[in-house]
């Protein structure tokens, strides 16, 4: 009985350690912002940044750009902006970073992504809100470098590695804090993050939203002529009356145009 | 049963109907307010004796409505009205339980943020002041989203 309880107990222990080898919970990087990714058809992917900020933000920018571009799995490039800060508009294919006095929103910083074909990000916008960043309590560069390095980050999947304004730091610009130079300083990311990106990014997909999307469309899509007839393509439909109708032209992997025909009388 | 003991049991029970009675006849409770739009949410505040005043307008790019920044004992909560439930609900339900997304939108806020919904409004407090907390809990109710 004693020899029995005693391999129970070696058997159970061996169990617990094989456990925790398998699954340490330090290094489970676990932030992704659900399933959200960029669509590309390989890695590294190298990811535009629309520079839309004043002088105030531009060292910034820079700084979280040349940060997350140390992932294996991603590089940023800053271009020049196509908005405004005020406006922000998103471009198709990459972020676009703004500042702008956005108002009393409570918000020092928003990133917005708009998907397709499911979890696939196809265009961000990140702002920070200089009406808080024109307030002596936010216009520090530790403020200012927290912010800016996490909504880029969230432009291409990544959530709050914590959100408790009052623990400690974890050392990255993922984890609200209402100390961001700390220490630990708050100010860039760390290996968690970048871990997490090889997470999110360890497949690839068959399409890519990366860039001018319709570059990597198939050859004819982008400036094919619809005007003529011959170039809808196949009949869909015809609607009862005879006075419309649908043809779809298709194009391959999920290219395809419709042509929505009203006929004269 | 001796008369002395009947005695007792009677005044016993007559002081248990008095202080029926006393519960009855006391002045008529308080009745609490209904939360359905923003007018009735400040007069809610201010029957609990709330100090309320509204401040300018806000537009979050992830609500529908433009909102109206209320300030309550000198503290702004941001007020959003929408046109009926139904359209509270279908915003509402894009905030993530922790508050930190509302649908593609992640936000960094400047402190602690807490929703709570109540009628057609949706209201926004960013911060950790328990009585003002304790207070928008006992007017809306508790918060459906927030840390």
């Known amino acids: ?265 | 049963m001796k008369p002395g003991l009947l005695s007792i049991l009677l005044l016993v029970f007559a002081y248990i109907l008095s202080a029926c009675g006393q519960n009855s006849i006391s002045g008529p409770s308080k009745e609490p307010f209904v939360v359905e739009d923003q007018a009735s949410l400040l007069a809610a505040l201010q029957s609990e004796g709330a100090t309320v005043e509204t401040a300018e307008t806000t537009t979050q790019d992830f609500f529908s409505v433009k909102g109206q920044i209320v300030r309550v004992n000198g503290t702004d909560i941001q007020v959003f009205e929408f046109e009926n439930a139904e359209a509270m609900e279908n915003d509402a339900s894009q905030v993530a339980p922790d508050g930190g997304s509302i649908g593609t939108s992640m936000v960094t806020w400047m402190d602690a943020p807490h929703f709570y919904q109540a009628g057609k409004l949706i209201v926004l407090y960013l911060g950790n002041d328990q009585s003002l907390r304790d207070l928008l809990n006992k007017v809306l109710g508790p918060q459906f989203a927030g840390q």
Not at chain 1, 129 to 149: E, G, H, I, K, S
Not at chain 1, 232 to 241: I, Q, T, Y
């Open chain 1, 1 to 265: 009985m004693r020899n029995k309880t005693s391999s129970f107990r070696f058997v159970f222990l061996l169990v617990l350690i094989l456990a925790l080898a398998a699954f340490p919970n330090s290094a489970s990087a676990n932030h992704s912002w659900g399933k959200y990714h960029w669509a590309r058809t390989s890695n590294p992917f190298t990811l535009k940044v629309g520079d839309n900020v004043g002088s105030a933000w531009d060292s910034y920018l820079n700084e979280a750009i040349s940060d997350w571009s140390q992932s294996t799995v991603l590089d940023l490039t800053k271009v020049t902006g196509s908005t405004s800060g005020s406006t922000c508009a998103p471009t198709s294919g990459r972020i676009e970073a703004c500042n702008a006095a956005y108002g009393t929103t409570g918000w020092l910083g928003i990133a917005q992504i708009w998907t397709t074909r499911g979890a696939h990000i196809a265009q961000a916008t990140t702002k920070v809100n200089d009406t808080y960043f024109n307030q002596a309590q936010y216009n520090t560069p530790a403020w200012r470098r927290l912010v800016m390095c996490q909504e880029i980050a969230h432009d291409f999947g990544l959530d709050h590695q914590d959100e408790n304004f009052n623990n400690p730091n974890l050392g990255t610009c993922m984890d609200y804090t209402s100390d961001p130079d700390g220490p630990p300083s708050n100010e860039h990311p760390n290996q968690h993050d970048y871990d997490q990106l090889v997470s999110i990014y360890s497949h690839t997909d068959r399409f890519t939203t990366i860039g001018a999307a319709l570059k990597d469309a198939p050859p004819g899509f982008a400036n094919a002529d619809m005007h003529a007839q011959e170039n809808w393509g196949s009949k869909l439909r015809d609607s009862a009356s005879g006075r419309s109708a649908l043809y779809v032209r298709d194009f391959g992997n999920g290219y395809k145009i419709f042509t929505f025909v009203i006929w004269a009388e």
